[in-house]
């Protein structure tokens, strides 16, 4: 299996698991000793949100899988999202483990995260551009 297969089929999982959970309403499912914890979406805006996210994931594998130039480009705007969903949501995962939380205390846990991972987000990024002659030979 070629890494793009493995990026498409990765991305395709992503979006419908996505689109699953925008259409049950279920925001995530926690094991716990007393058994299963599920919570829902208290509103339709998240659901909303997840559901395009679910769907631009899809469109993304359908893009890739068709050697379209502009899922070349869309790649990067991915990358980034993951990267700074990684930021702030380990953020405010740590902040909320916590009784008394300061913004101060946050910000530089996000500024170290940001710093920590970005070695690793600007290795994925130059990895991406040599793929750029799969999406060439296309056209």
């Known amino acids: 299996m070629k890494k793009i ?9 992503g979006g419908i698991v996505c689109c699953v959970s925008a259409i049950s309403g279920i925001s995530k499912v926690v094991t716990s000793h ?4 599920v919570a829902y979406f208290q509103s339709y805006l998240p659901r909303l949100l997840i559901a395009l996210v679910g769907l631009s994931f899809l469109f993304i594998a359908w893009a890739l ?3 379209l130039k502009m899922a070349w480009r869309l790649m990067f705007c ?3 999202f993951f ?3 990684l930021v ?3 953020t405010q995962m740590v902040s909320t483990g916590y009784a008394k939380s300061s913004t101060r205390d946050s910000l530089i ?3 170290m995260l940001a710093a920590v991972s970005s070695p690793i987000f600007i290795r ?6 040599k793929h750029k002659d799969y999406f060439d030979a296309s056209t």
């Not at 297969?5 to 999982?13: E, G, K, P, T, Y």
């Not at 007393?34 to 914890?37: A, K, R, V």
Request: charged letters at 20%; aromatic letters at 14%.
């Open 5 to 13: 297969d493995r990026i498409v089929l990765s991305l395709s999982v």
């Open 34 to 37: 007393g058994g299963l914890n």
């Open 65 to 67: 899988s068709r050697r």
């Open 78 to 80: 991915v990358y980034v």
């Open 83 to 85: 990267w700074v969903g």
């Open 88 to 90: 702030v949501g380990g």
């Open 109 to 111: 846990f996000a500024a």
């Open 124 to 129: 994925y990024i130059v990895r991406w551009r």
